[in-house]
C-alpha cells in the first residue's frame, strides 16, 4: 500500500445561489477567497452584492448631501461665486433636490461601470491565459465592491463626529482615510494618497487573492489582469482631487 498522502478532496462548489450561499458569499469576500471564488461561477450572485451594495450607496449619498451643501455654502465654486445670498440659497435648494435623485440613480451606474471593469479584466486575463468567462468576473468585481462600501460607510461616520460646522471647504469632504494620513498633499497627488486606504489595499488583495483561485492562475498574473478596476479608481479619484479647493 503507498504511503503517498491523499489530498483531501476540496469543498463542493454550491449549486444556486440561494440566499444561504449569497450571504456565505458576501461575507467571505472579506477573508477567504478560494470560497468566494468558488460561488462565482453561480449565475445569479451578482445580485446580492448589488442590493447591498446599492442600499448603502444610496444611503451614503443621501447621508453626504447636507456636507456638500455646507462646502458650498461656506466656499461657492465658481459658477456660485458672484451670487447673492439668496440667490445661492435657491442654487443650493436645487443642487440639493438634482444630489437626491442622483443617488437613487447611482446603483445603475454602478452596474454599467462594473460591466466595463469586468470587460477590461478579462481582456487582461486574456494576455495571461487565464480561464474566465465574462459573468464570473462580473460577479467578482461586484463582489469585491462588499469592501469598497466600507470607505465610503466610514467617510460619513467621520463626518458626522465632525458635524456640519467644521466643513469649510470641498477638500474636507476628502476624509483623509489613506497614505494622506501621514502626507499632506493636494491637487492629484492628495487624491492619489487618499485613494489607497486600507480598504483599497484590501480590495485589491481579496481581488488578486481570488481571481488567481477562481482562474487557476498564479498571483502575479491574477494582480495584472485585475489591474483595470482599481488603477481607473485612482484616476478618478486624482481628477476629482484636482477639482476641489
Known amino acids: 500500500m503507498s504511503d503517498t498522502p491523499v489530498n483531501p478532496a476540496a469543498p463542493p462548489a454550491p449549486q444556486s445561489a440561494s440566499l444561504k450561499e449569497g450571504i456565505l458569499g458576501l461575507l467571505n469576500v472579506y477573508i477567504d477567497p478560494v470560497s468566494t471564488a468558488r460561488r462565482m461561477q453561480l449565475k445569479w450572485f451578482w445580485i446580492y452584492p448589488l442590493i447591498v451594495v446599492g442600499i448603502v450607496t444610496v444611503i451614503v449619498q443621501l447621508q453626504m448631501i447636507p456636507f456638500t451643501l455646507q462646502a458650498m455654502r461656506v466656499d461657492p465654486p465658481g459658477n456660485m461665486s458672484g451670487m ?3 440667490q445661492l440659497e435657491q442654487a443650493l435648494s436645487m443642487a440639493g433636490k438634482i444630489s437626491t435623485i442622483v443617488a437613487f440613480v447611482i446603483p445603475v451606474f454602478v452596474v454599467g461601470i462594473v460591466a466595463l471593469a469586468s470587460l477590461l479584466v ?3 486575463g486574456a494576455i495571461v491565459d487565464a480561464k474566465t468567462k465574462f459573468l464570473q468576473i462580473f460577479n467578482l ?3 469585491c465592491g462588499m469592501i469598497s462600501m466600507l470607505q465610503f460607510v466610514a467617510t460619513v461616520i467621520v463626518l458626522k463626529v465632525k458635524g456640519l460646522d467644521d466643513i469649510q471647504s470641498m477638500k474636507q ?3 483623509p482615510l489613506g497614505l494622506d494620513i501621514f502626507i499632506n498633499a493636494n491637487g492629484a497627488l492628495g487624491g492619489l494618497l487618499n485613494y489607497f486606504s486600507i ?3 484590501w480590495y485589491i488583495v481579496m481581488l488578486t487573492l ?3 483561485s477562481m482562474a487557476k492562475v498564479s498571483k502575479g498574473k491574477a494582480f495584472f489582469a485585475t489591474l483595470p478596476p482599481w488603477v481607473i479608481g485612482a ?3 486624482m481628477l476629482g482631487a484636482m477639482f476641489r479647493k
Open 84 to 86: 447673492s445670498g439668496a
Open 122 to 124: 478579462m481582456a487582461m
Open 141 to 143: 468585481l461586484m463582489t
Open 173 to 175: 469632504l476628502q476624509v
Open 199 to 201: 480598504f483599497t489595499l
Open 210 to 212: 481570488t481571481f488567481s
Open 235 to 237: 484616476l478618478f479619484a
